[in-house]
């Protein structure tokens, strides 16, 4: 007796069947992947057709007005702010008491928000990430003759940006707030997104960094938001002792891994009595004499460790000149310090 044949199965076409992989894969798997090609493949293009080094001489400009200017160095200073105070508020809701039982939701928002924050951004994107990439900045490389005094002064480990990063932390809660508060979601994953591209822009402005450093720093905040999501799913809380115990881990990997190089400056238009720096100053020939006013330019080119460092800043007050260091953790900090003043 003849036996039915079976149906013949015909071989998947070569695209069909990587659909059918991507689909049958868990679905914080092909999240990550959509997230990584999708901030991947425009980096990729950025770097392989040369619109990464045209972005940056576009926006890095001679003529950038002093408006422009002024809002680059604003959100240098204070871009991080959202995405810190947001941080901080995650941390506080991790040692609430009882808030893993009264509120899990928030309790799972705010551990997916924190350990973005130190894991994702500050440990892997601001130590890791940019230690193995060692990319220079724009202002370094490709800038260098650029003939423009808006300068953002810092050196090496270009890739990727800190404070973009730092703005896409913004996105975070998207992911554990999506199926339960989509509404609420979506507009924290569209000021995320917005936030780190609006900072990331203005840190291109002042040529530190380039459109794949931006693009990168996206890709990691996201991707480590969803892969934090997930182990919220299967952690309903963290005790306060591990929690103590990753922070000042966290904290002593910033202070002693964060190595930075960065160049200070300060016009001088008013007398000064004194300048207190971490180093003696060269002067270069010309008029000295701190009682005379004048167009002196004060560059301090300062080494060490620790963050944040958009609070290391020159400053002048009551006739004495000091390196601010503000809210900030350094240590062994080294510079070499020049005075240039006009010849007569």
């Known amino acids: 007796m003849l036996s039915p044949k079976s149906p013949s199965v015909k071989p998947l076409r070569p695209a069909a069947a990587l659909k059918s992989r991507i689909t049958n894969l868990p679905s914080w798997a092909s999240e990550n992947l959509l997230i990584w090609a999708t901030f991947g493949t425009a980096a990729l293009i950025l770097w392989v057709t040369g619109l990464d ?56 928002t705010a551990m997916v928000v924190t350990l973005t924050a130190v894991l994702g951004v500050g440990l892997t994107n601001q130590i890791i990430v940019k230690k193995l990439a060692d990319r220079p900045r724009p202002s370094e490389v490709i800038l260098a003759d650029t003939p423009t005094t808006f300068t953002d ?21 998207f992911f554990p ?15 995320g997104l917005t936030a780190g591209l609006v900072v990331g822009t203005s840190r291109m402005m002042l040529g530190a ?25 299967r952690i309903p809380r963290i005790h306060p002792t591990i929690i103590g115990a990753g922070m000042l881990i966290a904290t002593l990997a910033v202070i002693l891994g964060n190595r930075f190089n960065i160049t200070l400056t300060l016009p001088i238009t008013e007398p000064f009595k004194q300048i207190q720096l971490p180093c003696p100053i060269t002067a270069v020939p010309g008029s000295l004499d701190p009682s005379v006013p004048g167009s002196s330019l004060l560059t301090v080119i300062l080494k060490g460790y ?34 240039t003043t006009p010849t007569e």
């Not at 002064?153 to 975070?172: D, V």
Request: proline content about 6%; aromatic content about 8%.
């Open 153 to 173: 002064g810092f050196r090496g480990n270009s890739m990727p940006s800190g404070h973009a990063a730092m703005g896409f932390i913004l996105a975070a809660p």
């Open 209 to 233: 960094h380039f459109a794949t450093d931006v693009l990168i720093a996206g890709a990691i905040a996201l991707s480590a938001a969803s892969l934090f999501t997930l182990m919220s799913q």
């Open 306 to 339: 620790g963050a944040p460092l958009s609070n290391l800043a020159l400053v002048q007050k009551d006739g004495l000149i000091t390196l601010q260091r503000h809210l900030g953790l350094y240590h062994s900090l080294t510079c070499e310090a020049t005075l």
């Open 53 to 108: 080094v045209l972005l940056a001489h576009t926006l890095y400009h001679p003529t950038l007005s002093p408006h422009a200017f002024s809002f680059a160095t604003f959100l240098r200073q204070n871009g991080t702010l959202p995405g810190t105070i947001l941080a901080v508020l995650g941390l506080i809701a991790l040692l609430w008491p009882r808030l893993w039982k009264t509120r899990p939701l928030l309790y799972r």
């Open 177 to 191: 707030l999506r199926r339960r508060k989509p509404k609420l979601a979506v507009t924290f994953l569209a000021t």
